[in-house]
């Protein structure tokens, strides 16, 4: 993979899981990174970290503002933050619907908006999308969450088609089961945590969850101009869960 030499990247919920992985990962390939996310209190040098919750307007045009400027410009956006919600349609209301609904999919738009102006200035620009198998596979007990990352989806091909004329490119990544600490936080409310992962890993075809860094790779794939003639697509990434 080409390194992220002089390229100017933010990560939304880059203080945890995902990414986490990714931030470090362009990093250490060159890139200068900010981290955008509701507690960057655990970010550390050389990432930068910009507290601010992408439900807010306000809070997002003022991070975005001032990592850009602290960066020099952008070049690289990946919108990946984002809530799990569990349930049926019987099971969450109109106000949870709009809670899940604002972070996953609003959000990104807020974010985007306000990159967009320092993006459409780079030579290399590129949004990366953090949808996931859910968008395109039905998961049972995540009607929400699925409607929520499939609308990632769509987005994804949207954006790509508005703004390739401006010279920004627009992918998606899939992830399937990740081994991230919101994985881990939904174990902990399983009565037995560890029966629980050995069954989450047994459904898995590679017998394992995907890692972090696994998925921060094919971000930073999509995010470097190695991949400079894609735009419009989705990556899974996801242990062959949907191909196999
Ligand atoms: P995580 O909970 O470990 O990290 C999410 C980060 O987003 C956190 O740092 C959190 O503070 C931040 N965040 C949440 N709401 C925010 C808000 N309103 N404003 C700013 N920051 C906010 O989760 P993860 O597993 O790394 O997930 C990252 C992305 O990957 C999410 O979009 C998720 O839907 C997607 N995904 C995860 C999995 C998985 O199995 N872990 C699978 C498919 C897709």
């Given at each position: 993979?080409?390194?992220?030499?002089?390229?100017?990247?933010?990560?939304?919920?880059?203080?945890?899981?995902?990414?986490?992985?990714?931030?470090?990962?362009?990093?250490?390939?060159?890139?200068?990174?900010?981290?955008?996310?509701?507690?960057?209190s655990s970010v550390d040098k050389p990432l930068l970290a910009y507290r601010a919750d992408i439900r807010d307007d306000a809070s997002v045009r003022?991070?975005?503002?001032?990592?850009?400027?602290?960066?020099?410009?952008?070049?690289?956006?990946?919108?990946?933050?984002?809530?799990?919600?569990?349930?049926?349609?019987?099971?969450?209301?109109?106000?949870?619907?709009?809670?899940?609904?604002?972070?996953?999919?609003?959000?990104?738009?807020?974010?985007?908006?306000?990159?967009?102006?320092?993006?459409?200035?780079?030579?290399?620009?590129?949004?990366?999308?953090?949808?996931?198998?859910?968008?395109?596979?039905g998961l049972p007990q995540r009607a929400l969450y699925c409607a929520s990352k499939g609308a990632v989806y769509s987005l994804t091909l949207a954006?790509?088609?508005?703004?390739?004329?401006?010279?920004?490119?627009?992918?998606?990544?899939?992830?399937?089961?990740?081994?991230?600490?919101?994985?881990?936080?939904?174990?902990?409310k399983a009565p037995d945590p560890a029966a629980e992962r050995a069954a989450l890993e047994a459904r898995q075809p590679t017998g394992r969850l995907?890692?972090?860094?696994?998925?921060?790779?094919?971000?930073?794939?999509?995010?470097?101009?190695?991949?400079?003639?894609?735009?419009?697509?989705?990556?899974?990434?996801?242990?062959?869960?949907?191909?196999?």
């Open positions: 993979m080409s390194d992220f030499e002089g390229l100017r990247a933010l990560v939304t919920g880059g203080a945890s899981g995902i990414g986490r992985a990714t931030a470090e990962l362009l990093a250490a390939r060159g890139a200068r990174v900010a981290v955008l996310d509701l507690d960057p003022a991070a975005v503002a001032a990592a850009a400027a602290d960066l020099g410009g952008l070049d690289v956006l990946v919108n990946n933050a984002g809530i799990g919600a569990q349930g049926t349609v019987a099971d969450n209301d109109d106000e949870e619907w709009h809670r899940v609904l604002d972070v996953n999919v609003v959000g990104m738009v807020r974010v985007t908006r306000a990159a967009l102006p320092h993006l459409r200035a780079s030579a290399h620009a590129a949004i990366v999308n953090t949808s996931s198998i859910g968008a395109t596979a954006m790509a088609a508005d703004h390739v004329r401006e010279g920004i490119r627009v992918n998606c990544v899939n992830p399937g089961t990740a081994d991230t600490p919101w994985i881990g936080r939904l174990l902990e995907v890692s972090a860094d696994e998925v921060a790779g094919a971000i930073a794939y999509l995010a470097s101009p190695l991949s400079g003639a894609t735009t419009g697509t989705s990556l899974a990434v996801d242990g062959g869960m949907q191909g196999l």
